[in-house]
């Protein structure tokens, strides 16, 4: 099956912007020429070295010198030492700007086994070893474009989670209709099954 490529500028762009369009796109991890793992996306945030919640605020280091890398690579961490998480590099060069992949959901699993950021990687098996590799040109870990697009009424905009820092940002989005969401805003009900874009 041909994938939908991402426009040659997609990941050029502030993390802000990317973010919601990385909504409804295919995470997928091939383990061998058999076994693949397939999910879609269902919700991310939005980091920038402009504010305090961002891993290159003060300066870079050797833990983060890959979120001031090329745009459209994959930026991993461990979260208190414990959880991998995915990242996207976005913007420019010499720029800390990423994408957090907090939430995807995976078809024929609990829709839950990919609820958070460590969950995520856990799912997919993936580690440091993913640092810093192309986002779309290579065969083993790679994001492909979506089938179809959300309308802004399918997506919730809301403020990003388990950070100390510029809480206030409202740099997190998710899919509404999904059960697969890390955590839903206050009111918003947990909708009775999963319509996702596929």
Known sequence: MEENLFPKNFFYRH???VAPDLIGCYLIK???KKDQVKGIIVET???SEEEEACHGYRKITESNKSLFGKPGTF???KSYGIH???NIVTD???FASGVLIRAVFITKENERLASGPGLVTKAFGIDISFNSVEVIN???LRISQRDS??????LIQTTRIGISKAKNIKWRWYLKNSRSVSKRVKGDRTPKSNNQLS
């Open 15 to 17: 993390s802000k912007l």
């Open 30 to 32: 091939n383990n061998n």
């Open 45 to 47: 945030e939005a980091y």
């Open 75 to 77: 930026y991993i961490y």
């Open 84 to 86: 991998h998480c995915l």
């Open 92 to 94: 420019k060069e010499n």
């Open 138 to 140: 290579n065969n083993s």
């Open 149 to 154: 697009i959300p309308e802004q009424k399918d």
